[in-house]
Structures are given as structure tokens and as C-alpha cells.
């Protein structure tokens, strides 16, 4: 079994037709046919249904090596890369996506200890909602998404990194700003700050309402965490965020953070890849050390993962990131 089989064999897959796939290959047609048949005389099986001319479907056993093929071509094309890399003086480039929120307070901390334990290499980021960042993924712009409220998606693997929670903040002049807190229903009839429609932060604030049986009213909408924060401090409503976003503004007594019965306050944040996808060094060496920065969080050697701002974590806006350019 050659490269060049391989190639031609997934063309005709993908193209649907030999012809179209030999212009992909740059053979020619009858090339190609005798690149499959040898193909097929070595598995010792049909790859192709022809009871129909020109649709060429693949048969139980093309399935299966058309699995194999995509992998093993990706792995040539990773590996080509890699050493292409390292002849340039280089050490690849991680390519990682994540909410605007995750870029500001958790992702340089992660970078910061990447960089050190694996320096020369540049790293890529993509800033978006979770639907943009899985989308992403599937057309390898990122090879890894570090998202909050990861879905359970059997062509995706997922490992939780850290926990953190969601929590409505108000101004200190606010009718609530005295109490610890209280309950969706209480917040019948406040102008909300929120997110955009595609955004799960939103989507879960809204379904706790339903269920609550609350109308609430929406005063602006469509605008990052950071906004939220400026427009709720100007007493202009309320909003919900992860907790992680608020601490220094808590601190300072600039926004109250208060607990909201009613809703589903956990927020994991978890790095995603697509399982069909081999990772680069890079993209392998950054989830090895994410855990090692989770665990040093922790004081654990547990893969259980850490809440935000334990231990070391401090205000990861502090922590400088090199070779970083980002798409946000």
C-alpha cells in the first residue's frame, strides 16, 4: 500500500467520481482505476459498490479503510509540517480558540506555562461563541477549543480543565447589592445586560427563567462580558458572568457578586478536539501542560480539575504571553 493510492483513493471518495479525482491528483483517469483495483486486489475486497455506473459508493470495507486513509494522510501531511518546522529553526504553532471571557482570565496563565516549558513556539488565537469555536474545529482553523459548557458530541473529546461559576452582578447602589443571594424570581421586571442570542451563557439565563416562570426585560444585548461589567457598574442593569471575570472589580467594591438560586451556577470549562484529528506536537504539548498548571492549582495529582482562582492562579491579566497573536 502506497501514499499515492491512498491519495487517489480518498479523491474518488470525496470527488464522488474517478475523473474528477484524477484532475485532484493531477493522473490521469485510467490511472487512478488502476491505482483502486490494486488497492482493492491487496485488501482482498471490493471498496467500491459499481452495481451502479459513475456512483461510486464506498462498500463496508471502503468505509473502514476510508477511515484509516484520512488519518494516515493527515499524519503525513502533521509530520510533514513538523520536521518542515524545526528545519526552519522553529517549533510549530499552536492554534487554540476560545470565549473573549476565557482569553482575558484563564488562557494566559495556561500560555504563560506552555511558553516557558516549550519556548519558539507562536501560538494562534481565535476568539467566539462555542457554535464559531466548534465550527472552527471542523475546518482545522483551531486543533483545540477551550470552551465553557463543552457538548457531549461523539465526534468530539473532551477534558475538563477547570471549574468555575456563573453569578449576577449588580452595582453597589442596586436594590439587591446588600444580599448574598437570592432567587431568578427575585429578579422579575430588572433590565438585563446580556450576551448575544447564540451565546450558552444566555441560553441557560433564559431557560432559568421560563422554568422559573419570570418575565425579565432585555435593556442591551449582543455585547462581550467586558461591556457588561462597564454597563452594569454604571447602574444601566444586571447581567450574569463567570465568576473568574469579576474577582478584581469584586475586590475593589466597583460591582456586588451575588448567588442566583434558580439557575445552573456550574461552569466547566473544558479543552475540546475533534476525535478524527491527529493533534499537533504543539496542540499535544499545550493539553499536557494545562493539566500540569491544573494539578499545581489544586496542590492534587488528581485529574480532578480546579476552580478558578485557587491557590496560584491569581489574576491571570497579569501574566505576560509571548509569540501570541490572537484573533479576539
Known amino acids: 500500500m502506497e501514499f499515492q493510492q491512498l491519495e487517489m483513493f480518498a479523491a474518488v471518495v470525496e470527488e464522488g467520481s474517478v475523473s ?4 485532484r491528483v493531477c493522473r490521469t483517469a485510467p490511472a487512478v482505476s488502476i491505482a483502486l483495483r490494486k488497492l482493492e486486489e491487496e485488501m482482498g475486497a471490493p471498496l467500491f459498490d459499481r452495481s451502479e455506473r459513475h456512483n461510486y459508493r464506498l462498500t463496508a470495507s471502503g468505509k473502514i479503510l476510508y477511515s484509516f486513509a484520512t488519518r494516515i494522510l493527515e499524519m503525513r501531511k502533521e509530520a510533514t509540517a513538523a520536521v518542515s518546522e524545526v528545519r526552519r529553526g522553529g517549533r510549530g504553532t499552536l492554534r487554540i480558540g476560545t470565549h473573549e471571557s476565557t482569553s482575558l482570565y484563564l488562557l494566559p496563565s495556561l500560555i504563560h506555562a506552555f511558553n516557558e516549558s516549550h519556548p519558539g513556539v507562536k501560538t494562534e488565537v481565535v476568539c467566539g461563541n462555542s457554535e464559531r469555536l466548534l465550527t472552527a474545529l471542523g475546518t482545522r ?36 447589592a446588600g444580599l448574598k443571594d437570592v432567587h431568578v424570581r427575585d429578579l422579575a421586571g430588572e433590565l438585563l445586560i446580556v450576551q448575544g442570542p447564540k451565546s450558552l451563557l444566555r441560553e441557560r439565563m433564559v431557560r432559568a427563567f421560563q422554568e422559573a416562570d419570570t418575565s425579565f426585560n432585555v435593556s442591551v ?39 442566583v438560586e ?36 489544586t496542590g492534587s495529582s488528581t485529574d480532578e480539575a480546579p476552580p478558578i482562582g485557587t491557590k496560584d492562579h491569581g489574576s491571570s491579566r497579569a501574566v505576560p504571553v509571548k509569540r501570541a497573536r490572537s484573533y479576539c
Open 141 to 176: 482553523k483551531i486543533e483545540l477549543a477551550l470552551i465553557g459548557d463543552a457538548p457531549d458530541d461523539p465526534q468530539l473529546e473532551r477534558q475538563l480543565i477547570t471549574r468555575d461559576e456563573l453569578v449576577l452582578i449588580t452595582s453597589p447602589q442596586h436594590r439587591l
Open 20 to 23: 474528477r479525482a484524477a484532475g
Open 262 to 297: 434558580g439557575i445552573n451556577r456550574e461552569w466547566d470549562l473544558w479543552l475540546v478536539r475533534r476525535k478524527d484529528r491527529l493533534l499537533s506536537p504543539a496542540a499535544r504539548a499545550f493539553v499536557e501542560v494545562s493539566f500540569e498548571v491544573a494539578r499545581r492549582w
Open 221 to 259: 444585548e449582543n455585547i462581550a462580558i467586558e461591556a457588561i461589567k462597564r454597563m452594569v457598574a454604571e447602574g444601566l442593569g444586571v447581567g450574569f458572568v463567570p465568576l473568574m471575570c469579576v474577582r478584581e472589580e469584586a475586590a475593589r467594591g466597583l460591582l456586588i457578586v451575588i448567588k
